[in-house]
């Protein structure tokens, strides 16, 4: 039977500060490391672990049954899983869904993710977000024999992610074109810096052929396909480091081509632009954030998953700190539970960006509207 395991195994979750839960092994048997985040989506776990974005984080679901609709292979939003652990209070042991071929914890063990469950994912939770997103290890099979100092010694010598370079790593090696559906109208340079497939999907359906381009892609590359436009993608890391990206977006804005960014892709805008960016105490990982989007006044339900945030003063346009000839950018999304920056507009370029989630996978559709506001611009600059 594909179920979850009903043996009871062992494993233990080891947190940077010393803290320790003990579970039940789920997925596969071994040791991970990754930085501790949580997701507060009920549902789209499919969609979480194959969102390139989440590359070395352990992802605790504070949902707390997980995998009941098993596993199917329409919903990935890239070729494989990438978070690094998996952390879940109580996987469902029989999935039931007509589109489900396989059990989460059987392709957990298949892809060679570690995960645990049967822990307190509440409390685990309340800590996360007293102390802040942090590094954690989680240990079974032999390695749950391993010393309590031992497994204290491998989360601390992981890596942060504050400083790291990620999206390079999760890239594509080759570029590749997502044709439009129906008549070409569009063409788009999309740089991958860890795309969702959902991203060109949406893209496509409004006419645009999209040319999906790897992270070191130099404005060259762009400039061969003569696009109409430019999107820089979600992804992993932190953005204080892509010095590259920014330094080729900081070339389309220069040649006024209309940019649009997602996540990652509004982080770099914002660097390009001048701004810095920090990282938040835990971040905003869920698929029901209230946006508002400050040029309508209207409020949208929206997915996000974001460690980083821009520090742009929310308000009356300012002038872009890196070059007066950028002209003036207003930050044009808020979120309403803690005033972080969503959003970036330029009003003397042809530029835009959101920290959150239009294409909504998983997640509720109200941020659509965002993918024809870029058809707009393009149809604009034409
Ligand atoms: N989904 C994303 O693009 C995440 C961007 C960045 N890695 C962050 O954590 O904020």
Redo the contacts with the bound molecule.
Sequence with gaps: MSGASTAYEPAVLVLEDGRRFTGRAFGARGTTVGEAVFNTGMTGYQETLT?P?YHRQVVVMTAPHIGNTGWNDEDDESSRIWVSGFVVRDPALRPSNWRSSRSLDAELAAQGVVGISGLDTRALTRHLRERGAMRVGIFSGADGELSAKDQLDIVAASPQMSGSALAPEVSTAQPYVVPAVGDRRFTVAAVD??IKAMTPALMAERGIEVHVLPATATFADIHAINPDGVFFS??????ATAEHEVGVLREVLAARIPFFG????N?LLGRALGFGTYKLRY?HRGINQPVMDLGTRKVEVTAH?????VDAPIGEPVAAPADPAYGRVRVSHVCLNDDVVEGLECLDLPAFSVQY?PEAAAGPHDAGYLFDRFVTLLEGER
């Design positions: 969102d974005s810096l860890g979600n992804g992993p890391g932190d953005p997602i996540c990652f892709g982080q971040g998953n974001h460690g980083f945030a989630h």
